[in-house]
């Protein structure tokens, strides 16, 4: 099984600034790799697949970058809905497909 | 666009059966471009997939669950369903419907996905 460690867990930025995610796997993922943003009570949102595909509907504020076993995800400019918590998710070699932890982006 | 809803008993005593169904509306999921999977997340904890369902009938399960798990289509109802035995308390989740629509054919990332469904394993 494939492990996916997120860093850091949380991480303060004010609104306006830029935030870089990172996303490691233990074994090499290639660009399988997915991003996922999920707000309190809702569901996950799909924002980047293919490390750096952007999902229909995403911001372009939102990159992707990496491949491996080293991911980031990096939002520019940072507006009050974007706080919320971020996953990457591996779909190179599975079953399982696995997630990471999570990084809880929050208001400096 | 697919929408889809989940919907289960809430409430489930130790060592029982869980099922849950997913109504799939928008679409019919008697196709090839989607395929459905369930994916859980216990209060304030990570994402869990659980298991795929292809339209052919395939299907794919997590190793750590694949022993009390199974995933199955109702064409005719356009339905998804995944049961659980023996449960414990260490599967109460939120229970989510996903799906991976033909837009990402070649990526198994999940864009359309059910509010989820709550379910706690208490007695």
């Known amino acids: 099984e494939i492990m996916m460690t997120q860093s850091p867990a949380t991480l303060s930025v004010s609104p306006g600034e830029s935030a870089s995610l990172s996303c490691r796997a233990s074994?090499?993922?290639?660009?399988?790799l997915a991003w996922y943003q999920q707000k309190p009570g809702q569901a996950p949102r799909l924002l980047i697949y293919?490390?750096?595909t952007r999902a229909t509907g995403i911001p372009a504020r939102f990159r992707g970058s990496g491949s491996g076993t080293e991911f980031t995800l990096s939002i520019s400019s940072l507006q009050s809905e974007d706080f919320a918590v971020y996953f990457c998710?591996?779909?190179?070699?599975?079953?399982?497909?696995?997630f990471g932890q999570g990084t809880r982006l929050e208001f400096k | 666009q697919l929408q889809l809803l989940e919907s289960g008993p809430g409430l489930v005593q130790p060592s029982e059966t869980l099922s849950l169904t997913c109504s799939v509306s928008?679409?019919?999921?008697?196709?090839?471009?989607?395929?459905c999977a369930w994916i859980r997340q216990p209060p304030g904890k990570e994402l869990e997939w659980i298991a795929n369902?292809?339209?052919?009938?395939?299907?794919y399960y997590n190793p750590s669950l694949k022993s009390r798990v199974t995933i199955s289509v109702d064409t005719a109802k356009n339905q998804v369903s995944l049961k659980l035995t023996s449960v414990t308390a260490a599967d109460t989740a939120m229970y989510y419907c996903?799906?991976?629509?033909?837009?990402?054919?070649?990526?198994?990332?999940?864009?359309?996905w059910g509010r989820g469904t709550m379910v706690t394993v208490s007695s």
């Open positions: 369902i292809y339209y052919t009938g395939t299907t």
């Open positions: 998710q591996q779909y190179n070699d599975w079953p399982p497909i696995t």
């Open positions: 293919g490390a750096s």
């Open positions: 074994q090499s993922v290639g660009s399988n």
């Open positions: 996903t799906f991976r629509p033909g837009s990402l054919r070649g990526h198994d990332a999940f864009d359309i």
């Open positions: 928008g679409g019919s999921i008697s196709t090839n471009n989607y395929y």
